[in-house]
């Protein structure tokens, strides 16, 4: 069983910044697709970012412009920079990693709360 771990989560004021990270070991990290998707409470789970094997990022419109993502296959991590947090963003987190559908995994999330 693959173990996805994220870290980095926590309590932020509202234009403050957070960095996520998300390891998997024991995959052949540079053949997946990595994303990092969110789930507020009484809202369905969506996609924040994602980066492809091949180092290509999308992202939500919601994000974009205040949210990067990056991996780095030599320490198996990907990592979610946040800025100018908003109260909108609070959610909890979570890191999926995937080769493909039979290869499909997620972390346990880590929660993000914006708030003054």
């Known amino acids: 069983q693959v173990q996805v771990v994220e870290s980095g989560g926590g309590l932020v004021q509202p234009g403050g910044s957070l960095r996520l990270s998300c390891t998997a070991p024991g995959i052949l990290f540079r053949l997946f697709d990595m994303g990092w998707y969110r789930q507020a409470p009484g809202k369905q789970r969506e996609l924040v970012a994602a980066?492809?094997?091949?180092?290509?990022?999308n992202y939500a419109d919601s994000v974009k412009g205040r949210f990067t993502i990056s991996r780095d296959n030599a320490k198996t991590t990907v990592v979610l920079q946040m800025n100018s947090l908003q109260p909108e963003d609070a959610a909890v987190y979570y890191c999926?990693?995937?080769?493909?559908?039979?290869?499909?995994?997620w972390g346990q999330g880590t929660q993000v709360t914006v708030s003054s």
């Open positions: 980066i492809s094997r091949g180092g290509m990022a």
């Open positions: 999926n990693v995937r080769y493909n559908s039979n290869s499909d995994y």
